[in-house]
């Protein structure tokens, strides 16, 4: 059994919520289909009358670098400077919390959405890890009462490629 990243929040009602990604899943992503079973596993519920949206970013650059990344958005939020964001980058080996993470989500007209800006800082007044990413394919599924939009990625940062995927959960 390989490493286990957890990112873990409180949600808006105070209860607690994690995502789990196993670090050789996250490394073995591959061309990434929207359609395929997640990466990650959530733990514990999600209150739809609290959460509006939980947008989820798993990735893996071509130099070893992964990306799990989490951000969940309060009913009623004014805009993604409200929601609660936490990742973590680094090897399979060493992947590490980041002190702060920016996501910003870029939707067509169609709804769906077409490009994902990250900033991804280690420290705390540090340099952010910057990693961009293009929607190259989309699907939904709805299972218990919420729907799931998966975006595959292309991903790019500082001259490396990589693939990811973008899960967006919300109340079907």
């Known amino acids: 059994m390989g490493e286990v ?6 949600d808006p009602a105070g ?10 899943q996250l490394a073995a992503l591959d061309r990434a289909l929207p359609d395929t079973e997640p990466v990650w596993r959530l ?6 009358d609290e959460v509006e949206a939980l947008r989820i970013v798993s ?29 973590a980058l680094g090897k399979v080996d060493a ?27 280690r420290e705390d007044g540090g340099l952010p890890v910057r990693v961009a990413g293009e929607a190259t394919a989309t699907a939904t599924s709805d299972q218990g009462g919420v729907r ?11 001259g490396d490629s990589g693939v ?9």
């Not at 209860?15 to 050789?24: A, Q």
């Not at 733990?43 to 739809?48: I, Q």
């Not at 670098?65 to 409200?82: M, T, Y």
């Not at 799931?148 to 500082?158: G, I, K, Q």
């Open 95 to 121: 992947l590490a919390q980041l002190a702060e993470a920016l996501v910003s989500t870029e939707y067509g007209p169609d709804g769906l959405p077409s490009r994902i800006g990250l900033e991804l800082y």
């Open 148 to 158: 799931r939009l998966s975006a595959a990625l292309e991903l790019r940062s500082s």
């Open 15 to 24: 209860e607690p919520l994690r995502i789990e990604w196993r670090g050789e």
């Open 59 to 87: 990735g893996r650059l071509d130099d070893g670098r992964l990306v799990a990344l989490a951000a969940l958005r309060p009913a009623g939020a004014g805009g993604h400077g409200e929601e609660l964001v936490a990742g």
């Open 43 to 48: 733990g514990g519920e999600l209150d739809w």
């Open 5 to 10: 990243l957890s990112i873990k929040f409180t």
């Open 164 to 172: 990811g995927v973008l899960d967006v959960l919300s109340r079907a």
